[in-house]
Nanobody, 126 residues
């Protein structure tokens, strides 16, 4: 049984920062590919960032490049998303995703991941 639990969301003013966390439990999670997606009201779920099992390979959607940083601590089975210079258009529910079977690539496609968290709300006010 794999569980992903996000935390760290909240309300922040434009230009502010938040750090999201995703605590993962279950077998082989330290070798899982993990990612962050987001979904705004009335919009489709959107890729934000992904990271391979070692943390050596990352991928970002262009709109967050240079502002967001994805990282992981395999000893703690925790995924992070540091979000700086937040903008109102970053407002969304943010989801953690994981895949613990091959291939181990930092995929941008939601269909690649087989485990999802419940989401955490991020609201950026202007």
């Amino acid at each position: 049984q794999v569980q992903l639990v996000e935390s760290g969301g909240g309300l922040v003013q434009a230009g502010g920062s938040l750090r999201l966390s995703c605590a993962a439990s279950g077998r082989t999670m330290s070798t899982a590919v993990m990612g962050w997606f987001r979904q705004a009201p009335g919009e489709e779920r959107e890729f934000v960032a992904a990271i391979n099992w070692s943390g050596g390979v990352t991928s970002y959607v262009e709109s967050v490049e240079g502002r967001f940083t994805i990282s992981r601590d395999n000893a703690k089975n925790t995924l992070y998303l540091q979000m700086n210079s937040l903008k109102p258009e970053d407002t969304a529910v943010y989801y953690c995703a994981a895949r613990n079977t091959p291939p181990s690539i930092a995929s941008r496609f939601a269909s690649f991941y087989n485990y999802w968290g419940q989401g955490t709300q991020v609201t950026v006010s202007s």
